[in-house]
């Protein structure tokens, strides 16, 4: 599975972003992270499972929201009011089965990685 990752940008805080990830191939976990400088990656969201189960972190809970193009094998990650904390790269992830609670909040559970795309918010 190839993933192609897009929508970053410099953005004010309180601005919006949309990122965007397409898949080569069946997915059925998606998840996006991110790595701030000097910083570990973490976990942002994921969707996974028939009913679209969505999971996210609580420091974007509320401003960020995840949904899945399934025509598309696509997973998009809309990004409101931004702080610039939010600042980093942010990475698609997809995983070949399907996780479900604190299993979709880990890295280890995501076997396919896109190359990153940046994301700045300036105050």
């Known amino acids: 599975v190839q993933l192609q990752a897009s929508g970053g940008g410099l953005v004010q805080a309180g601005g919006s972003l949309r990122l965007s990830c397409a898949a080569s191939?069946?997915?059925?976990?998606m998840g996006w992270f991110r790595q701030a400088p000097g910083k570990e990656r973490e976990f942002v969201a994921a969707?996974?499972?028939?009913?679209?189960?969505?999971y996210y972190a609580h420091s974007v809970k509320g401003r960020f929201t995840i949904s899945t193009d399934n025509a598309k094998n696509t997973v998009y990650l809309q990004m409101l009011s931004l702080k610039p904390e939010d600042t980093a790269v942010y990475y698609c992830?997809?995983?070949?089965?399907?996780?479900?609670?604190?299993?979709?909040?880990?890295?280890?559970?995501?076997?396919?990685w896109g190359q990153g795309t940046l994301v700045t918010v300036s105050s």
């Open positions: 191939g069946r997915t059925f976990s």
């Open positions: 969707i996974s499972g028939s009913a679209g189960n969505t």
């Open positions: 992830a997809v995983g070949s089965l399907y996780c479900s609670g604190y299993g979709c909040y880990d890295a280890k559970n995501y076997g396919y």
